[in-house]
Nanobody, 121 residues
Framework: VQLQASGGGSVQAGGSLRLSCAASGRSFNNYGVNWFRQAPGKEREFVAGVNLANTPYYGDSVKGRFTIARDNAKNTVYLQMSSLKPEDTAVYYC????????????????WGHGTQVTVSS
């Protein structure tokens, strides 16, 4: 599975962005898809994941502000980010994990390249 993340950019606090993760290759429908982020000097952090049944899971820091959803017909997962804060500034990565979501970065099966999100105050 190959993953391509897009949609990052710069936005002011309180604004919104939508990230997309487009997948290619076989068996995309058999993978949970997750978003992680990594800020400078910090560890990679689980943001959100969506399982095969399109059930979402969120990290505590983004609950109520971010929404994840998958479109299997388009092999794409979206992360809608609202009420953005400066502390959301990071490189965001999408990642695929076999059969379910995965919150631990070292257990992910496939990574995409990151996309930068910068939130200014």
């Amino acid at each position: 599975v190959q993953l391509q993340a897009s949609g990052g950019g710069s936005v002011q606090a309180g604004g919104s962005l939508r990230l997309s993760c487009a997948a290619s290759g076989r068996s995309f429908n058999n993978y949970g898809v997750n978003w992680f982020r990594q800020a400078p000097g910090k560890e990679r952090e689980f943001v959100a994941g969506v399982n095969l049944a399109n059930t979402p899971y969120y990290g505590d820091s983004v609950k109520g502000r971010f929404t994840i959803a998958r479109d299997n017909a388009k092999n794409t997962v979206y992360l809608q980010m609202s009420s953005l804060k400066p502390e959301d500034t990071a490189v965001y990565y999408c990642a695929a994990s076999w059969s379910s979501i995965e919150t631990i970065p070292t257990k992910v099966d496939y990574w995409g390249h990151g996309t930068q999100v910068t939130v200014s105050s």
